[in-house]
């Protein structure tokens, strides 16, 4: 008769972000929170007191479970990050976390705003539209830009090659996740001979073909037969929007597709040392060669594999060799990343602005200052107030909303939103070299490289090397005070 004086306790070591709790187990689970908007804004926090570090830590686990749009994780280097959803979101995590949850007082780093790494189709016309000469080796800039790397102990050697794929793939993987999860989990598709699939019902089955059969558009412009049947695994975690594939004609490994052709098919087959070479692309994809940035629409090809495949064969060299495939295969990925041309992925917002005739022009100068693009102009009917649909890059979004309303004297209002993962054109290794793009740009490219900023940013940040040049002309110090 008094239910509602009863609480559960001790729940927080089991319960992540929502669960459903019941006496009986014939009650059907609800709903669990959907996300509204990605995290793509991330902190590093620490307490000044570091005694105060497992405050800060349940803190930030009691923000977790809390909030469905905050994702906090551990780096590798020991910080403590907290991933949001933007600006706004971000102060007011802050602000929650200090006053709230772990009750200490925290450093917050600048905001480290998110990229990926990926490649693209080579272009046909360089910055000035004119026609880029291909080699005249009579190459066709994609099918010669194999790399080959040998392990230490030269052993077995490693032929990759990498592949653009189209924009749209990562928003698709995105959407499909629940379906690609439920194929790693129901098939044979880490590799190893241990591996017991999972059984999966009707629904699971077809939620599987639907994915495999849209999956099977994207994979058409890489130069593999029956590329949708070759595929090894996804990454980074075997969910992400890469792509390892098996173009070796000698070794013919088992499917990842459930059916009847993967279940007769013989799991012995396989090489004992694909598991290494699956991390290696794993650990590839995880951490670009640009800005060690996660990877996006690639597909890794699997050429060529010499050397040790079965354990019996490693035995014979007398030295463990898994490690040092995982680094040769990891290396193989990065550069053959680097032979293709690499761009930058920048999360982009939507932004949509309420504002008046007045201020229209103030707001389109502050969406060109942060590299926002307009997409569509309405005017509300029965009012004066025009309603502004703009994408905007995340990284330039920070005091955005600050900015504009100060320069319309608060007549505008924007909200953002993440919308997509959208690819800079401009290369970020790019130089002027002909004698056009001299003339326009001058020797040094004094009008700039957005991406190339970023790419350094990225990279000073993780405290990797830059071209950063301290001192650009040096010359001899001398002092106008005459020595006594």
Not at 128 to 133: K, R
Not at 198 to 213: N, Q, V, Y
Not at 434 to 456: I, K, P
Request: overall charge negative.
């Amino acid at each position: 008769k008094q239910w509602y004086q009863r609480r559960v306790r001790g729940l927080q070591d089991l319960i992540q972000k929502s669960a459903t709790i019941s006496d009986t187990l014939y009650c059907p689970p609800f709903h669990g929170m959907s996300l509204w908007q990605t995290p793509v804004l991330r902190v590093a926090v620490e307490p000044k007191n570091p005694a105060e570090i497992p405050q800060l830590i349940m803190g930030m686990k009691l923000l977790n479970q809390s909030d469905p749009c905050v994702e906090t994780t551990v780096l590798d280097t020991g910080e403590l990050v907290l991933c949001t959803s933007g600006e706004v979101h971000l102060e007011r995590c802050i602000e929650d976390l200090k006053t709230r949850f772990s009750k200490i007082d925290i450093k917050v780093s600048p905001p480290l705003v998110s990229f990926r790494e990926t490649i693209i189709v080579p272009p046909k016309l360089d910055k000035v539209n004119e026609a880029i000469v291909e080699d005249s080796s009579g190459s066709d800039g994609l099918s010669a830009k194999a790399h080959t790397t040998h392990t230490t102990n030269k052993n077995s050697s490693f032929t990759l090659q990498a592949f653009p794929l189209s924009e749209a793939f990562v928003n698709f993987i995105s959407d499909n996740t629940n379906a690609l999860r439920c194929l790693v989990n129901s098939t044979l598709f880490a590799g190893t001979t241990n591996h017991t699939p999972a059984p999966i019902d009707e629904h699971t089955d077809f939620k599987i073909e639907e994915f495999k059969l849209l999956l099977e558009e994207y994979l058409e412009e890489i130069p593999v037969h029956n590329c949708i049947e070759k595929i090894i695994c996804f990454g980074p975690s075997q969910v992400g929007p890469n792509i390892l594939i098996n173009n070796i004609e000698r070794y013919d490994r088992p499917v990842i597709w459930p059916g009847s052709d993967s279940e007769n098919r013989d799991v012995t087959c396989l090489w004992d040392y694909e598991t290494s070479v699956i991390r290696g692309f794993d650990l590839a994809v995880s951490s670009g060669p640009l800005c060690e940035e996660p990877m996006a629409a690639t597909a890794f090809v699997l050429q060529d594999w010499t050397g040790s495949m079965k354990y019996e064969q490693a035995e014979k060299t007398g030295a463990p060799i898994a490690g040092q495939i995982v680094s040769a295969v990891k290396e193989a990925c990065r550069q053959a990343f680097l032979k293709q041309p690499c761009r930058l992925m920048i999360a982009m917002y939507k932004c949509e602005i309420q504002a008046s005739a007045e201020v229209l022009g103030r707001v389109y100068g502050v969406l060109a200052k942060r590299q926002g693009r307009v997409l569509s102009e309405e005017l509300k009917e029965g009012s004066g107030t025009f309603v502004i649909a703009a994408v905007l890059p995340v990284a330039e979004s920070l005091g955005f909303a600050e900015e504009i309303r100060k320069k319309t004297s608060g007549f505008a209002m924007p909200q953002l939103v993440f919308s997509h993962w959208e690819t800079l054109q401009e290369d970020p290794f790019w130089v002027p070299t002909t004698e056009e793009e001299l003339a326009h740009f001058g020797e040094m490219g004094d009008s700039g490289n957005l991406a190339h900023d970023y790419m350094m940013s990225a990279r000073k940040r993780k405290g990797l090397s830059t071209d950063e040049q301290i001192v650009v002309s040096g010359e001899k110090q001398r002092t106008l005070k005459k020595n006594k």
